[in-house]
């Protein structure tokens, strides 16, 4: 049975570097903004992450692209 995916929503993970713990291992926090329109190219994606970390106070880590897809059968 053939399915389908169709992407429906994307969320842009952006992780921030806060500080360091007892045994200096980075500290990390997450920060998440939903409605990435799923067709938007990583290029894109990636940059404004990149102009919102710039607003930041803590050093960027990490990006990340979470896209949510609805399956329907074919």
Same mark, same amino acid.
């Given at each position: 049975?053939?399915?389908?995916?169709?992407?429906?929503?994307?969320?842009?993970?952006?992780?921030?570097?806060?500080?360091?713990?007892? $045994?200096?291992?980075?500290? #990390?926090?997450?920060?998440?903004?939903?409605?990435?329109?799923?067709?938007?190219?990583? $290029?894109?994606?990636?940059?404004?992450?990149?102009?919102?970390?710039? #607003? $930041?106070?803590?050093?960027?880590?990490?990006? $990340?692209?979470?896209?949510?897809?609805? #399956?329907?059968?074919?």
């Amino acid at each position: 049975m053939a399915v389908n995916a169709t992407p429906v929503a994307g969320v842009l993970i952006a992780r921030f570097a806060v500080g360091l713990d007892g $045994q200096g291992n980075p500290v #990390l926090r997450t920060r998440r903004w939903a409605g990435v329109k799923p067709e938007a190219a990583d $290029q894109n994606v990636y940059n404004a992450a990149l102009a919102l970390a710039g #607003l $930041q106070v803590h050093p960027l880590n990490a990006v $990340q692209r979470q896209v949510t897809s609805e #399956l329907v059968q074919a």
